[in-house]
């Protein structure tokens, strides 16, 4: 039985999960079974959030968050592919690491 994970990553790696037999999906945190997954670096900070709930439970989670003062607030709303300017999203993907052979 082959197990394919749901999983995600930084948005210019997505395509490359595949490859490795994983579904990728662009959701910030994704729990699937036994593995979690954050999509970029500060969805780190949302995993581990996610950790600490289910752990230690919701209301701890609660006290950290609020102890970190982890209060998302960006300068600007390009923090995505749809959202940010197609014209810089094209730039990023002829540049990026991930780029498949």
């Keep these: ?3 394919s994970a749901r999983t995600t990553s930084h948005w210019l790696a997505l395509d490359v999960l ?4 994983a579904e990728p999906t662009g959701e910030r945190v ?10 970029g670096v500060s969805s780190g ?3 581990g959030l996610t950790l600490v709930g289910r752990v230690a439970g919701d209301e701890y989670a609660h006290a950290v968050q609020l102890g970190t003062e982890y209060d998302p607030q960006p300068p600007y709303d390009a ?3 749809q959202k ?4 810089l999203v094209a ?3 002829t540049k990026s ?5």
């Design 84 to 87: 940010a300017p197609a014209a």
């Design 97 to 101: 690491r991930f780029i498949l052979h």
């Design 30 to 39: 994704v729990a699937d079974g036994k593995f979690i997954t954050a999509a």
């Design 79 to 81: 923090g995505s592919p």
């Design 18 to 21: 595949a490859v490795f037999g």
């Design 1 to 3: 039985m082959h197990y």
């Design 45 to 47: 900070i949302d995993m």
């Design 91 to 93: 730039e990023l993907r």
